[in-house]
């Protein structure tokens, strides 16, 4: 995956990722961030990912656990004060 194929895939998935992410956080910021992270990752790993899979597939499996991690993470932070 080069830098143009990466940037297509950000322009056409980031909008339906943040309302989905969104939807699972309830917190326009929090989402925005979880996405970024997504996108982080696959650029930092796009040589050992399999493309050959349903890219759109990978990119909301990885939104759907990285905000249920961020759920998990708050109220375990929210428990410890």
């Keep these: 995956?080069?830098?143009?194929?990466?940037?297509e895939l950000f322009k056409?998935?980031?909008?339906?990722l943040?309302?989905?992410?969104?939807?699972?956080l309830g917190d326009e910021d929090?989402?925005?961030e979880v996405v970024h992270?997504?996108?982080?990752?696959?650029?930092?790993?796009?040589d050992k990912i399999d493309l050959s899979t349903s890219i759109k597939s990978y990119l909301?499996?990885?939104?759907?656990?990285?905000s249920?991690?961020?759920i998990r993470?708050?109220?375990?932070f929210s428990s410890e004060e």
């Design 1 to 7: 995956m080069d830098q143009q194929n990466f940037e």
């Design 12 to 16: 056409t998935y980031f909008a339906a």
């Design 18 to 24: 943040m309302a989905f992410s969104r939807k699972i």
């Design 30 to 32: 929090d989402a925005r």
């Design 37 to 46: 992270q997504v996108f982080i990752n696959l650029w930092e790993r796009r």
């Design 60 to 66: 909301f499996t990885a939104v759907n656990n990285r």
């Design 68 to 70: 249920l991690n961020m």
């Design 73 to 76: 993470d708050r109220k375990k």
